[in-house]
């Protein structure tokens, strides 16, 4: 489980560090930083896929994504005593990005390329990466280290060079995750790796979850929701199939799916209704049931992830389905961490009469994303390596 996540220099996020716990709750205005919190977590991810200088560049390149805002915000600017104005930059560009887990730790900076060296302008290069143990940063704690293009890796107290030829737009997870000579790169990657994401279901009148589809099992739903006939079939057969009986009654009440299959191994819903003297199609379903649907077989899962993130998953749900929405997530929450940004109140009201859930209120002061009511003590440890 992550226990901080910290970045720095990312959109509208100067520099935040938060404290996370087994279910989240990201909250907080129209344009508060929910939604670029987002996507630092995905760029993230994409640390571990090869995907994080394309995912960069797709936005613009650094020039685009990077803060703003000055270096500083003095006292004197945030108590409005001088207006905000940059001055001439001390440190050098860099976007950084890193998390802490019980067991270890990833960082990764981001900086401009050299000019003139490239017609790849648009291309940010990885200057600096970092796994280390535990769940803070200390130089006694690195375990592998990659500073420009040379990677080493800590045996014991002795630090052996592994490569001084890494291409700066490649991260240490693509040149060297070899589980037997770097354990600790290939755990850390195929941790990333796991994380899901859930932020679109196509739920229109042509959406492939409404038409049968061809059927393998799946104990992971695509992210568009294509194969959710096999991935219900999947945990009827292999997964927790009392759950997902138990949340269609709960969204539902007198209903009940059943997935339905042809000789040519394609995959159909029907919904029974009651009242009705015939199910419902997948292509009869309305949005809202459709994606609740959708939604319980994302967080059913039968093979849950470390981490699984839905980005506003009221969308299209009656106010009345989110207590139940909610009950599916803290389900879920056993078995995965559950990150959920949300500005629907009677969701974010269900989630916080649970226990477990952790409570991140954003706001933005200054043009910065912070988190609501945080002070030094509430924050966690956090030291970058570079």
Partial sequence: MLTTLSIANYRSIMSLTLPLGSLNLITGPNGSGKSNLYKA???????????VVN??????????????GPEELTNAMKRGDVDIQGTQRKNVVRLKLG?????????????????????????PEIKHECIFNGPAYRPATALVERKGNIVKIRHDR??????????????????????SSAAEVFHVREMIRSWRFYDHFRTDAEAPARKPQ?????????????????????????????????????AFPGCRLRVVTTE???????????????????????????????????LLTPRPPALMVLNEPETSLHPDLLPALARLIVHASRNSQIWVISHANRLIN??????????????????????KGQGILDTPSWHWPD
Avoid: M
């Avoid at 977590?41 to 995907?51: D, E, I, P, V």
């Avoid at 649970?354 to 043009?367: D, Q």
């Fill in 41 to 51: 977590l995905r760029l993230l991810a994409k640390t571990a896929s090869g995907g």
């Fill in 214 to 250: 061809l059927g393998t099992r799946t104990p992971v739903l695509h992210h568009d929701g294509r194969d959710l006939a096999a991935a219900l079939q999947t945990i009827i057969e292999i997964g927790d199939r009392k759950a997902l009986d138990t949340a269609i009654e709960d």
């Fill in 55 to 68: 995912s960069l560049a797709e936005e613009g390149g650094l020039h685009s994504t990077y803060w703003a």
């Fill in 350 to 371: 269900a989630l916080n009469k649970h226990e477990e859930c952790h409570w991140i209120e954003l706001e933005k002061h200054l043009g910065q994303t912070e988190i």
């Fill in 158 to 179: 002795q630090w052996e060079v592994v490569t001084q030829h890494i291409p700066n737009f490649d991260s240490l997870f693509d040149a060297h995750a070899d589980p």
């Fill in 99 to 123: 998390f802490a887990s019980e067991s270890f730790g990833y960082t990764i900076s981001l900086g401009l390329p050299i000019p003139h060296q490239s017609a790849f302008t648009f291309d």
């Fill in 264 to 298: 040519d191994s394609r995959f159909s819903l029907e919904f029974y209704q009651k009242g009705l003297l015939r199910p419902l199609t997948g292509a009869e379903l309305s949005d809202g049931t459709l994606r609740f649907i959708l939604w319980i077989a994302a």
